[in-house]
């Protein structure tokens, strides 16, 4: 059989991201190779006190006062980039069978700065001014509950927290979904806020974020030889997918195919990944062969290069092992910064991006690689790529390895 049968089609894609509040917006910023990171007055006098922040995102203007007030910044983001996505799609929520509609979402760490004003109150004996809205604001699950509630979608509903591979997994899941036949429509993808002061001072106490506080701009940069940590993001990212044979037969725009689904757990440390990456390459191998295509098929790496020293050489050399014909490689981070349980999805919407427009983005801040590092780096500038099928990368804490295989429209 055609391991093209077992594709899944992107037929919508939804993004906000700290270089833009849709995936136009986020594509055209991202090919200018120049980082997002600012100062961030949220996190004003902390060891890393600048972020990539999402840019001019009207919560209340999208969403309506009395649903903006009742979610926490990574839902707020969850639901207009599902938004978006169902629009691009050319779906109407009116007219689907919501009971056969899913919503996976990826969520890491949800959004802890929901719990300092709390806190706050609860070290002032002033718990009875603790917000009602505090317990549904915060739980990690209603990102995609609001998704639901917002477009209707009655069918598989869940949340999935793989650390910083949360995103891709909950792809990855909604492929198996899919594939299953467990739901006809999957929202999926992942969001997160993580610019808080807590979740900022304990990164920051692991030494995993950069500290180059006098110059932001150039703190996020994946293999370079003087990287020092990953710059705090935020963001969310939602697909539509569909089985490829519905797409086709309702005409849809399809934008790319999910092709295949990896995951592996090092089992080898809290924090710190395999020193040989065998467990990542577990996760490849086994997307590889999801997908139905060799090493040699990958034109493209979108590489989870979170910019911390250990990382990006472990991840360079796993796959620098198993992909010989060296395809080029690019670093989202380096522009827009690390959105944690998000960013995997982010970034698989991304690599579709690619996929469509035969174009790689650069990646910003490259001024020196590292030795350990010897892949061949998009950097300066796009780069024009005849290519079919790309990789995406997810690693997290605890050892959670994520990989998807895209293949083009």
């Not at 089985?243 to 999910?258: P, T």
């Not at 689904?261 to 999801?290: C, I, K, N, Q």
């Not at 990382?311 to 827009?336: C, G, Q, W, Y």
Request: proline letters at 6%; charged letters at 20%.
């Amino acid at each position: 059989m055609d391991p093209r049968t077992r594709d899944v089609a992107v037929t919508g894609v939804g993004l906000l991201s700290p270089a833009g509040t849709c995936p136009d917006a986020t594509w055209a910023t991202l090919l200018r190779g120049a980082s997002m990171a600012r100062p961030d007055p949220v996190l004003a006098g902390l060891r890393t006190d600048f972020s990539c922040a999402v840019p001019d995102f009207a919560a209340r203007a999208l969403l309506g006062h009395a649903a903006a007030r009742r979610m926490d910044p990574y839902a707020q983001m969850a639901v207009v980039a599902a938004r978006q996505a169902v629009d691009d799609a050319g779906l109407d929520p009116a007219g689907w069978r919501g009971d056969r509609v899913a919503v996976v979402l990826g969520v890491g760490s949800n959004s802890l700065h929901s719990y300092e004003e709390p806190f706050r109150l609860l070290s002032e004996n002033r718990g009875d001014r603790v917000s009602p809205y505090q317990v549904t604001r915060s739980v990690p699950n209603m990102a995609a509950a609001e998704v639901a509630l917002d477009l209707g979608a009655h069918g598989v509903n869940f949340t999935t927290s793989s650390a910083c591979a949360s995103g891709a997994t909950a792809l990855g899941t909604a492929l198996d979904l899919l594939r299953a036949g467990r739901c006809d429509i999957a929202l999926a993808g992942g969001s997160e806020s993580a610019r808080s002061r807590m979740t900022t001072t304990c990164f920051g106490q692991m030494r995993a974020m950069s500290a180059r506080r006098s110059d932001p701009a150039t703190a996020s940069r994946p293999f370079d030889v003087e990287r020092d940590g990953f710059v705090p993001g935020e963001g969310a990212a939602v697909m539509v997918l569909e089985r490829s044979d519905d797409a086709h037969r309702r005409g849809a725009a399809v934008r790319g195919y999910l092709a295949g689904y990896g995951a592996s757990a090092d089992a080898h440390h809290p924090a710190a990944p395999h020193p040989e990456a065998r467990g990542a390459e577990a996760a490849v191998l086994a997307a590889l062969a999801d997908a139905g295509c060799a090493a040699g098929d990958i034109d493209h790496v979108n590489a989870h290069a979170t910019s911390t020293p250990l990382n990006d050489v472990t991840e360079a050399r796993m796959l620098r092992r198993l992909f010989r014909h060296d395809p080029p490689v690019t670093a989202n981070k380096s522009v827009i910064g690390h959105a944690l349980g998000a960013a995997g999805a982010i970034e698989a919407v991304l690599t579709v991006l690619s996929l469509q427009h035969r174009t790689i983005p650069p990646t910003a801040n490259l001024t020196r690689q590292d030795p350990g590092a010897e892949l061949d780096v998009v950097v300066g500038a796009p780069r024009a790529v005849a290519m079919r099928t790309a990789l995406s990368t997810s690693f997290g804490f605890g050892g959670q390895n994520t990989a998807l295989v895209l293949r083009a429209p």
